[in-house]
């Protein structure tokens, strides 16, 4: 065998690399911050009645969520807890796909437990924007699929940690009605719904 020169060894190798056939890489859903982070005050009647935080693991074209939902609501003067909701659940996605998921769900006193494939549906987490175009997403609690109408508000502003940020403005009918303002990045900034006394709940970002 000949010997190779620095020179010839770094054309063939050069050679090899653009012979080799390109490996198209499955992109990640949008609204994953850079920070890998997102967090929520759950405000209801001016009071925080609980936390919403989203955390973000990508790994190629890969991607791992882990959300918790922490919500406790007590009523006044006496301090009793009226309704409680804590929630702990992780996504599994593949690209643009969910995997799966496994949530285990306390709704007032009612436990869930579930560990399930994707089946093709979105979880309603709702803080992937593609959720607005679904049609059709998956409960996050018992994980039936439910319909999902979505009406354009428009665009508006909307505050975030003391500062206002440009939003998309939807809002969702069904058995998942809630506004949802999405950033220009896709990051949920905020989302809003009522009670079922008629109060509004406001999850905000900080």
Do not use: C
Request: glycine share 10%; net charge neutral.
């Amino acid at each position: 065998m000949k010997h190779l020169t620095s020179r010839r060894l770094a054309a063939l190798t050069l050679a090899l690399t653009l012979g080799a056939p390109m490996v198209a890489r499955a992109a990640l859903p949008s609204g994953i911050p850079a920070s890998g982070t997102l967090s929520y005050d759950v405000i209801r009647k001016g009071d925080k009645i609980g936390t919403e935080t989203i955390r973000f693991h990508p790994n190629g074209d890969t991607l791992s969520v882990e959300l918790s939902t922490d919500i406790s609501v007590k009523l006044p003067v006496v301090r009793v807890e009226a309704y409680r909701f804590h929630q702990k659940s992780t996504e599994s996605w593949k690209g643009e796909t969910l995997v799966s998921i496994a949530s285990k769900t306390d709704d007032n006193g009612k436990p869930h437990d579930i560990s399930m494939a994707g089946n093709g549906l979105l979880p309603a987490s709702l803080w992937n924007p593609a959720t607005v175009r679904a049609g059709t997403v998956m409960n996050t609690i018992d994980g039936h699929a439910m319909k999902l109408p979505v009406q354009k508000i428009g665009e508006e502003m909307v505050s975030v940690g003391g500062s206002q940020q440009h939003a998309t403005h939807y809002r969702t009918s069904g058995e998942l009605a809630r506004d949802l303002w999405y950033g220009m990045d896709g990051e949920l900034l905020k989302v809003t719904l009522k009670a079922d006394d008629g109060s509004e709940v406001e999850y905000d970002l900080h």
